[in-house]
Nanobody, 114 residues
Framework: QVQLVESGGGLVQPGGSLRLSCAAS????????MGWYRQAPGEQRELVAA???????NYADSVKGRFTISRDNAKNAVYLQMDSLKPEDTAVYYC????????WGQGTQVTVSS
């Protein structure tokens, strides 16, 4: 059974940075494209960033130039570096195995507020 565990969320001031981590079981990270999603209260869950097996990345327009997705196959982990954070980035952030509807983490809360 695949397990995804996110960490690194918290409270940060506008303009600050956070680095989210997703620890995965097995060899899931090297075998699949991976993504970070987020869901704000009252909003639909949206794709923030994705990384393919080959290392290609894509981002939501709202985070381009501020967020960076990366992965470490040896550690079976995926990361999301978030810089220049804005209040509208406040949400629960989830790690997901793209193309596998069952495989989601439990989420980590990110709150951007002064």
């Amino acid at each position: 059974q695949v397990q995804l565990v996110e960490s690194g969320g918290g409270l940060v001031q506008p303009g600050g940075s956070l680095r989210l981590s997703c620890a995965a079981s097995g060899n899931i990270v090297r075998l699949y494209a991976m993504g970070w999603y987020r869901q704000a209260p009252g909003e639909q869950r949206e794709l923030v960033a994705a990384i393919t097996k080959g290392g290609s990345t894509n981002y939501a327009d709202s985070v381009k130039g501020r967020f960076t997705i990366s992965r470490d196959n040896a550690k079976n982990a995926v990361y999301l570096q978030m810089d220049s954070l804005k209040p509208e980035d406040t949400a629960v952030y989830y790690c997901h195995v793209l193309g596998e509807p069952k495989y989601w983490g439990q989420g980590t809360q990110v709150t951007v507020s002064s």
